[in-house]
């Protein structure tokens, strides 16, 4: 059964660090890894996907890097701001299961 | 804009009541989801379509029901059989899982009391 860690589960930092979120995964047998971000009382907002043959994927100041064979992704904020404020969660597409399988988020808080 | 349109936003209802919970999609995508969201348990999936007139159960299926009858709605029913409905439910939808994004609604928040 595939399970979806994130650690931390909360972080905060002043403005202009870059940062590093964490995503590990149980099982390889991925189609693809997808990285949102959610504002409190929203939907979940699709920052980056990457499909299981890639390695990485850019979006601004956001990359997103993917070893499936470790079972892990790390999201790369560069030169965060207070509007990087939010919770960020991944989720992986399981071969055969026809559902994505989310983390329970890494909460960020940016300070100004 | 095409998106994924979730009404209300807030809904408040007597414990014993069934309430549908709507989601509507103009991205013209086959694949529906419904998830649950409580605090610290991350996303939890309800049910799920692939293509119309046909749908699964997820992984916390009891006490909820769907439909499926057109390619753009895919409303959700929490009946009284749910022991603890209130959450914060999730729309979303994808034009194909395996290689494009999901995208969500903005959530209705159920509260029963």
């Known amino acids: 059964k595939q399970e979806v860690t994130q650690i931390p589960a909360a972080l905060s930092v002043p403005e202009g660090e870059n940062l590093v979120l964490n995503c590990s995964f149980t099982?390889?047998?991925?189609?693809?890894l997808q990285w949102f971000r959610q504002d409190p009382g929203k939907g979940l907002t699709s920052l980056l996907l990457?499909?299981?043959?890639?390695r990485e994927q850019t979006s601004g100041r956001l990359n997103a890097s993917l070893d499936k064979s470790s079972g892990r992704s790390t999201l790369y904020i560069a030169a965060s701001q207070p509007g990087d404020s939010a919770t960020y969660l991944c989720a992986v597409y399981t071969s055969g299961t026809y559902k994505y399988i989310f983390g329970t988020g890494t909460r960020l808080k940016v300070l100004a | 804009d095409g998106g994924i349109t979730q009404s209300p936003k807030y809904l408040f209802r007597k414990e014993g009541q069934n309430v549908t919970l709507s989601c509507e999609q103009n991205l013209n995508h086959d694949a529906m989801y419904w998830y649950r969201q409580d605090p610290g348990q991350g996303l939890r999936l309800i049910y799920y379509?692939?293509?119309?007139?046909?749908?699964q159960k997820g992984d916390i299926a009891e006490g909820y029901s769907v439909s499926r009858e057109k390619k753009e709605s895919f409303p959700l029913t929490v009946t009284s059989a749910q022991k603890n409905p209130t959450a914060f439910y999730l729309c979303?939808?994808?034009?194909?899982?395996?290689?494009?994004?999901?995208?969500f609604g903005n959530g209705t928040r159920l509260t029963v009391t």
């Open positions: 979303a939808s994808s034009m194909n899982p395996e290689t494009a994004p999901l995208h």
């Open positions: 099982d390889s047998a991925i189609y693809n």
């Open positions: 990457i499909q299981s043959s890639q």
């Open positions: 379509s692939q293509i119309v007139n046909d749908f």
